[in-house]
């Protein structure tokens, strides 16, 4: 089991400091950073033929020019399988980095994670229809619903806790600790917001060497890009091989320490509260989802506009637009007396 006391097992009764979780995730990754890389190369092969066919920027851009029933067949399997090596990785991730093994049997890793993809896509379905309710209320209810909600992942694929009940339960855990855990994942997230800004700002040292040294090239580099995606079409191999990259590299390092801190806060508040999980009331779970139901029916009503004012058109003009109802020609100039 992994705590964030190095060698202690007896429960605590306060959460730890940000830098205590940041040390003690820093020595959890060193001794299981080898299997990491072994485990997320895995998954990002995964993606690779999709990635290097590179057909979804191309088709979706010209989808909105010319849509076509294939082309949206097309994006939405890629998006569907995407999706779902994504949710694969993250629950196989949360797995090996809960455990206490350096190492792990892939094979058994991804069978287990298998058998949690579906439980996994109906938690997440309900956290973003619950966060976009709460974002329809003037976005700070979005924003607290994050933050009770940040334990729910861990609950499922840890603890077998599915649906609406990973999510009371995330709640109770967090509900008294709020601007505590708030702190926490706050210092998380800027540590990785700097990590992935400092990762972007190396790739492209190129680009800025040539800002300074040479303004008109790279503008014109600039100008060439914006023509490129005009005219639809996909990026260059490199480009897209570099993006493969930094990807691959993101993951291994400072995803997968961010994981492993979140697990170390759960386990910690879990720790904290110190007893059996309730559970959650009728009321209490329509209540949670009443967010949800209004972004569900937000989403039906803004899409059943666009298809009407698609197909019926109300605002267009049921005449020629050079005609009068009369079947005469409107004189385009009022002739002078």
């Known amino acids: 089991m992994i705590t964030p006391e190095n060698s202690s097992t007896s429960q605590i009764n306060h959460l730890v400091s940000p830098t205590l ?26 993606y690779l033929p999709v990635i290097l066919y590179q057909p979804i920027s191309t088709l979706s851009k010209s989808f909105f020019t010319h849509p076509s029933i294939s082309i949206a067949i097309i994006i939405i399997i890629y998006i569907i399988y995407s999706s779902f090596i994504l949710s694969l990785e993250t629950i ?39 966060f976009m309710g709460g974002f329809i209320f003037f976005f700070v209810p979005g ?16 603890e077998n806790i599915k649906g609406i009940n990973a999510l009371f339960v995330s709640k109770e855990l967090v509900k008294e600790r ?63 091989l570099k993006n493969f990259i930094i990807m691959t590299f993101q993951s291994i390092t400072i995803s997968s320490f961010a994981v492993i801190y979140n697990i170390l806060l759960y386990r910690n508040a879990k720790s904290v509260y110190g007893k059996a999980y309730p559970q959650p009331a009728k009321k209490s779970k329509l209540l949670m989802m009443l967010p949800a139901i209004i972004a569900l029916l937000t989403v039906i009503l803004l899409f059943g506009i666009v298809i009407f004012f698609v197909v019926f058109n109300p605002l267009r003009s049921p005449y020629p637009s050079s005609l009068s109802p009369s079947g005469f020609t409107y004189p385009t100039r009022i002739p002078t007396p």
């Open 21 to 46: 979780l940041l040390n003690t995730s820093w020595q959890i990754y060193k001794k299981k950073w080898k299997t990491l890389i072994k485990l997320l190369i895995f998954f990002k092969l995964l």
């Open 92 to 130: 196989a991730l949360i797995l090996y980095l809960a455990s206490e093994n350096e190492k792990t049997d892939i094979k058994n890793l991804f069978k287990s994670s298998l058998s949690l993809i579906f439980p996994y896509w109906w938690l997440l379905s309900l956290e973003i229809l619950i």
């Open 143 to 158: 924003l607290i619903f994050l933050i009770w909600f940040s334990f729910s992942a861990y609950l499922l694929i840890l």
């Open 178 to 240: 709020f601007w505590e855990v708030t702190g926490r994942i706050f210092v998380i997230s800027v540590i990785s917001l700097l990590f992935s800004l400092f990762i972007s700002l190396i790739s492209n040292i190129p680009k800025l060497i040539t800002l300074f040294s040479n303004p008109e090239v790279f503008f014109s580099s600039l100008t060439a890009s914006a023509s490129q995606t005009q005219n639809v079409q996909p990026l260059p191999f490199t480009h897209v």
